[in-house]
Antibody, heavy 118, light 111 residues
């Protein structure tokens, strides 16, 4: 069973860069897309972007200028960087597997809460 | 404002049938992109419920079913149970945005 685990600071100061890592276990990171999705408290889901195991990326146009994703297949990890954060970026951040064959997010991490505050 | 539109809430008594709708446009559902559905229990990550418009992952009861027509999709839940009380989200691909989009979510209350 594939398992994903997000990790990173729970508190980020405004204007700084949010950095999260997702560790994949129980399955290969290769030959899949891996996405980041976030959810502000009490609100809906927002897709941030995705990265293929080869390193190619697709980002949400609304966040594209601030998002960078990377992958380290040797460590079975992929990462998210979101720059110039504001309070509006406060949310639970999820990582999820994104099989190209279906386009549905079939495995999710438990999520990590990131608060943007000084 | 979400690209895919869902009613904020729906309710039903145990044993009843409820449907949750998801309305899109010609750049997503209407462009024949698949619709997927997720169930999010309070305090937990979303769980894939329906993929490819109508298919259920292993382990999802057949009380849950999906359909799609035109620019809309629906999730039906029959034999409603207390444990079905959750938020439900639809998801599809949008060609104008070149990315995945979600509905705003529907909160199901079991009376």
């Amino acid at each position: 069973q594939v398992q994903l685990q997000e990790s990173g600071p729970g508190l980020v100061k405004p204007s700084e860069t949010l950095s999260l890592t997702c560790s994949v276990s129980g399955g290969s990171i290769r030959n899949y897309f891996w996405s980041w999705i976030r959810q502000p408290a009490g609100k809906g889901l927002e897709w941030i972007g995705r990265i293929y195991s080869s390193g190619s990326t697709n980002y949400n146009p609304s966040l594209k200028s601030r998002v960078t994703m990377s992958v380290d297949t040797s460590k079975s990890q992929f990462s998210l960087k979101l720059s110039s954060v504001t309070a509006a970026d406060t949310a639970v951040y999820y990582c999820a597997r994104d099989p190209e064959a279906t386009g549905a997010f079939d495995f999710w991490g438990h999520g990590t809460i990131v608060t943007v505050s000084s | 404002q979400s690209v895919l539109t869902q009613s904020p809430s729906v309710s039903g008594a145990p044993g009843q049938r409820v449907t949750i709708s998801c309305t899109g446009s010609s750049s997503n559902i209407g462009a024949d992109f698949d619709v997927h559905w997720y169930q999010q229990l309070p305090g937990t990550a979303p769980k894939l419920l329906i993929y490819g418009n109508t298919d259920r992952p292993s382990g999802v009861p057949d009380r849950f079913s999906g359909s799609k027509f035109g620019t809309s999709a629906s999730l039906a839940i029959t034999g409603l149970q207390a444990e079905d009380e959750a938020d439900y989200y639809c998801q599809s691909y949008d060609s104008s945005l070149s990315g995945w989009v979600f509905g705003g979510g529907t909160k199901l209350t079991v009376l």
